[in-house]
């Protein structure tokens, strides 16, 4: 039978109010995921340390034997209940995933917790390790044992510390991961490939940072989408609901063909909020595309990168010219795949005519997550006889996938018609030979000119030709760019000065706890202590000249200390810290005291002239 909302709150008031008891010794074990894995497999080992006493830390000796992948830290908490009454009771959590270098029998040493009492360790484990890929019996999804004993409520039961015990594993593996998804699972050589990779959480995220990709060797990429701002949408995974977070989207041509390995992405993600808040490292899984050969039967002059779906044309800007001047040759295909890797064909044009280098311009896009395209193509053709040529059609061969055949595109013959010039190509033209420049110049030499007579009287020129009237007349645009660019290094200068973006910064996080006094008593206890977080988080931030978010309390308390904060300011932010805490994690309590909080807020925010 489900417990009553009154015994529900009971339960929390008697968590909340009962006293700390002395701790007992630590306890500290460490488990496998798998018993059995190969040395291209992944295989995850979790330390636990309970009743691990404040500024303990967990550590691991090295194995040489043994790659580290990534790591990831967290903090549980559970309820016990004994003779004494309930007791919270706090452990550490160490997940480090792992990659065996050798096969044969591994065995990991104990790990080791260091605290100030001494030194404790736990058990050695071990598992066998083969030659390449293992399967996972469990499918990947085998529970691990739950190291915080059995619950006090039923099957049935609700237990009202389940939020309370989510909340403080908020970076568990389970509830943010990394995963890389193909649109395909094989291709042709030259085909597109959509590889999306994305953030599962089921967490707040803060920000993602220091992303590393993969080496794509093999592959010709195209970026098609990376959001500047992290947007989520909800997603189902093995019936467990989440936030899928898009953090890139690559398009992937593959040049050869076979299995093509796509390694893990990694990127630090932080979560949570200034006194919560965590940075954790995240790894998402390897992929493999299979690439096919492309068939055989290609038509001559195929290229093994015209793959996709293509249309050639041609045209000239001038079907019509005079002898030695020059028209435009413009080629142009355009259709769906990877057009900067398109080879065009060359066109051939008759001896009379003299075909230059092309000049190429592409251009891309995208529509529906595939890559589109058009190469442009333009070279300039000089007529060096008269009369009227052809140009030969043109043929582009590209293989279909869609299809699975090869196709041609084709383009239609093209004439051009040369007629003479006037003056000395006219002269060349009758001969059936262009002059050459050294000719042209005799001609123009010796040709008969018309006499002219100029009279030029003696008069002073006009100020206007002076070269002092131009200095003169340049002196008013060249003081007003001078004062625009003046009025540029000034606004340059009071951005990039660190004291000003300072002020400005401090400005913004009072106005933002001002806002809170006017206006907030239309929002939640939970958004208004989100505000006050941020705010006075970018203030400690300020005042201490690093980034306090994912802090503890113990370690905020010395950095204040070290600054010079007076002890009244430590007080207030932790009096600030218990307030959100409270909020945060005991949502059932009583309403937050928000005049007290503010009250503290702006007088940290006024008081203290720290660093």
């Not at 291709?187 to 590393?212: C, K, M």
């Not at 060096?384 to 043929?395: A, N, R, V």
């Not at 869609?402 to 093209?414: A, D, K, M, N, W």
């Not at 006050?532 to 010395?558: F, I, K, M, N, Y």
């Amino acid at each position: 039978m489900r417990r009553t909302g009154n015994h529900l709150a009971a339960t929390v008031a008697l968590l909340l109010a009962a006293p700390a008891l002395a701790a007992d010794a630590p306890v500290v074990t460490q488990d496998l995921d798998r018993t059995e894995v190969g040395t291209d497999d992944i295989f995850v080992l979790t330390v636990r340390a309970i009743d691990a006493p404040a500024g303990s830390s967990l550590q691991l000796p090295d194995v040489p034997t043994v790659e580290t992948i990534g790591t990831s830290r967290g903090v549980q908490s559970s309820i016990r209940f004994g003779g004494g009454g309930p007791r919270v009771q706090q452990i550490s959590t160490l997940t480090v995933r792992m990659r065996a270098l050798k096969p044969g029998r591994l065995v990991l040493p104990p790990a080791e917790l260091h605290a100030s009492s001494g030194v404790f360790r736990s058990q050695p484990v071990s598992l066998m390790v083969k030659p390449g890929h293992v399967p996972d019996p469990g499918g990947g999804s085998r529970a691990r044992p739950d190291p915080l004993g059995t619950s006090p409520f039923g099957d049935d039961d609700e237990n009202p510390f389940d939020v309370f015990r989510r909340r403080q594993q908020a970076a568990g593996e389970r509830d943010l991961f990394l995963r890389g998804e193909l649109d395909k699972k094989e291709v042709y050589q030259g085909e597109q490939a959509t590889l999306s990779l994305w953030i599962y959480a089921r967490v707040d995220l803060s920000r993602v940072d220091a992303v590393t990709m993969p080496r794509l060797d093999g592959f010709w990429t195209e970026d098609v989408d990376t959001p500047k701002e992290l947007s989520g949408e909800t997603r189902t995974v093995d019936g467990v609901p989440y936030r899928a977070y898009l953090l890139r989207r690559l398009a992937l041509f593959p040049v050869k063909s076979g299995p093509r390995e796509i390694g893990p992405v990694e990127a630090d993600i932080t979560t949570g909020f200034l006194f919560a808040g965590r940075r954790e490292h995240r790894a998402s899984q390897p992929l493999t595309l299979k690439v096919k050969p492309l068939p055989p039967g290609a038509p001559a002059g195929f290229q093994p990168s015209a793959v996709g779906a293509w249309a050639l044309s041609a045209d000239l800007t001038s079907v019509r010219t005079e002898l030695g001047t020059p028209v435009t040759l413009r080629l142009t295909v355009e259709g769906r795949g990877n057009v900067k890797d398109l080879v065009l064909p060359r066109p051939v044009v008759p001896p009379a005519l003299k075909l230059y280098e092309p000049t190429s311009t592409d251009k891309t896009s995208t529509v529906r997550g595939r890559i589109q395209g058009r190469r442009t193509q333009e070279f300039l053709v000089l007529p060096q006889q008269t009369g009227t040529f052809e140009i030969p059609s043109l043929e582009l061969a590209y293989f279909d996938p869609e299809t699975q055949r090869y196709e041609r595109s084709r383009t239609g013959p093209l004439t051009l018609t040369v007629v003479p010039g006037t003056g000395a190509s006219a002269l060349a033209a009758a001969s059936g030979r262009t002059e050459e420049p050294a000719a042209r110049n005799v001609l123009n030499a010796g040709a008969l000119r018309p006499l002219r007579v100029q009279a030029v009287l003696d008069r002073p020129p006009p100020p206007w030709r002076r070269g002092w009237f131009l200095a003169l007349m340049a002196l008013p645009p060249l003081a007003f760019v001078g004062a625009l660019a003046g009025q540029a290094v000034q606004r340059h200068r009071a951005r990039s000065d660190p004291r000003g973006e300072r002020r400005r910064r401090e400005q913004r996080a009072r106005a933002r706890l001002a806002a809170l006094r006017t206006s907030g008593q239309g929002i939640d206890d939970a958004v208004f202590s989100a505000e006050v977080d941020g705010a006075v988080a970018e203030l400690l931030s300020l005042r201490l000249g690093s980034p306090v978010t994912g802090l503890t309390r113990e370690t905020l308390r010395a950095r204040l200390a070290a600054a010079g904060a007076p002890p009244e300011l430590q007080a207030r932010v932790a009096r600030i810290q218990d307030s959100c805490d409270e909020v945060r994690f005991a949502p059932g309590a009583a309403r937050m005291d928000r005049a007290a909080v503010l009250a503290d807020a702006e007088a940290l925010a006024g008081s203290w002239e720290g660093g």
